[in-house]
């Protein structure tokens, strides 16, 4: 965030813990692709989707971040994107950063609850990977990160 603007942040907010929004998902293979999904400066990232995570009605591919560090990347986008939460999205995994919880009785633990907002969100200096189209979700999850305090 800008120095000059640190002062007024009285963030971040977050929704209230919703147990439904963690997810134990199967991970199932998917055909190995290299994409160059945008990034929050113009210019694009490329990572490789290599599976899919399935939890219910709920589906997320499963990227290999080939930038800066590699590693596990699942951003996502839904109903709330634009209007509660950062219009690009938000990431629910980045192994990178630590955002990982492992896996429970061999399924692999998504908890939407720990959503976050890319540090683009927060400073135009961070160039950030935008949530792809096959990772923008229908429904309104309103758990994790969100823009404004809850009224």
């Not at 399935?54 to 590699?70: Q, S």
């Not at 096959?134 to 969100?146: F, I, P, T, W, Y």
């Amino acid at each position: 965030m800008p120095a000059a603007e640190r002062a007024a942040q009285r963030g971040p907010h977050v929704w209230r813990y919703d147990p439904r929004w963690r997810l134990l998902a199967c991970v199932e293979a998917a055909p190995e692709v290299v994409l160059e999904l945008p990034s929050s400066d113009g210019e694009t990232m490329r990572f490789v989707r290599f599976a899919r995570a399935v939890a219910g009605t709920i589906t997320l591919d499963l990227y290999w971040l080939d930038a800066y560090g590699g590693g596990l990347f699942v951003p996502f986008a839904d109903a709330t994107s634009g209007a509660e939460t950062y219009g690009a999205g938000r990431y629910v995994l980045d192994t990178i950063k630590g955002a990982d919880l492992g896996t429970r009785d061999g399924l692999l633990v998504l908890d939407l609850n720990f959503a976050y907002q890319p540090s683009c969100s927060y400073d135009a200096r961070w160039t950030c990977p935008l949530a792809p189209p096959a990772n923008r979700l229908d429904a309104a999850v309103r758990a994790g990160e969100r823009l404004a305090p809850i009224e």
